[in-house]
């Protein structure tokens, strides 16, 4: 017998690999998953009940007062959508309200996403005295309830004279203990600590470090923290009510007007709630893609 016959495998017997378990599952890992009916049932019915707020807004948005008011509640869409955007619009001053909403959303979600990368690459990657401490401080002032800092920091943005102005709703948002953790938390494990040594080795400094390695590394998780950021800072009232008025007012601060009256106008203040969360809706359909896509790639290199 030959040295190629002795080496050779013997008809019919079994590759001793197709019998260590799970081995053929390895084998069909590429192929794609499709999903069953039991799974399209559920998610349709997730998809309709998450959408039922928004459909109900739209719905008494195109009615009136007195049709709201009746029971059972009307199921279908109206006939006075535009005339109440129209009256909600002017009543609310939502022009002025929609550019400064627009302004602070953006400052705080730039500066929330920038210091908080910066902090959680320090707080991840670089060694200095009372890291650990200054890191239990910073996650500790997320148990203080926000309400306890609204009459000192009022008193502090008066001192500024700072009242009834933009910057008393930014300054204080412009740093989020919470976006500090979320990226150290995604920095420890997305960014090897090889490269950035790897870039220190070929001269890079520590701007060019943060530029050119931290920064790509953390993408994903930027944009969410980012997107975040800016549903929170659109939507936040009590700060935003108490540090501006109605001349120079957010989006929720005008929403807040609507309710006033001996009898509020529901059908104009649904159609105002819907004008205030349109932006929102358009953003995630522009961005939408670019966020899931990084989402999944930090998925993938995780």
């Not at 902090?119 to 309830?145: D, E, H, Y």
């Not at 009459?151 to 709703?169: A, E, F, H, K």
């Not at 501006?244 to 509020?264: D, E, F, K, M």
Request: charge should be positive; glycine fraction near 8%; hydrophobic fraction near 55%.
């Amino acid at each position: 017998m030959t040295t190629t016959e002795l080496t050779a495998p013997q008809a019919g017997a079994k590759d001793p690999e197709d019998r260590v378990p799970g081995r053929r599952r390895i084998l069909g890992a590429g192929k794609q998953l499709h999903a069953g009916p039991v799974t399209y049932l559920v998610l349709t019915v997730l998809a309709l009940v998450s959408l039922a707020p928004l459909v109900w807004t739209a719905v008494a948005a195109s009615r009136n007062n007195e049709r709201l008011a009746q029971s059972p509640p009307p199921l279908w869409f109206g006939g006075n959508l535009f005339k109440n955007l129209q009256a909600a619009w002017e009543q609310a001053g939502l022009g002025t309200a929609m550019v400064n909403s627009t302004i602070v959303a953006g400052t705080i979600t730039v500066g929330t996403v920038v210091f908080s990368t910066l902090a959680g690459f320090a707080f991840a990657k670089l060694r200095f005295r009372f890291s650990g401490l200054l890191l239990v401080l910073t996650i500790g002032t997320m148990m203080i309830p926000p309400q306890l800092a609204v009459v000192p920091l009022y008193l502090w943005m008066s001192d500024l004279g700072w009242s009834n102005q933009l910057q008393t709703v930014i300054l204080p948002t412009l740093v989020s203990a919470f976006g500090t953790f979320f990226m150290r938390q995604y920095l420890v494990q997305a960014l090897p600590t090889e490269l950035i040594e790897a870039a220190r080795v070929d001269g890079a400094s520590s701007l060019r470090v943060v530029w050119h390695v931290v920064f790509p590394a953390a993408r994903p998780a930027m944009a969410v923290l980012g997107l975040l950021t800016f549903v929170m800072a659109w939507n936040d009232f009590l700060w935003p009510i108490i540090a501006l008025n109605q001349q120079n007012p957010t989006v929720q601060v005008a929403l807040n007007s609507l309710g006033t009256g001996y009898i509020p106008d529901q059908a104009v203040i649904m159609a105002g709630a819907l004008l205030g969360t349109l932006p929102l809706l358009i953003a995630f359909l522009l961005f939408g893609k670019q966020i899931v896509g990084g989402i999944m790639q930090g998925a993938i290199k995780g």
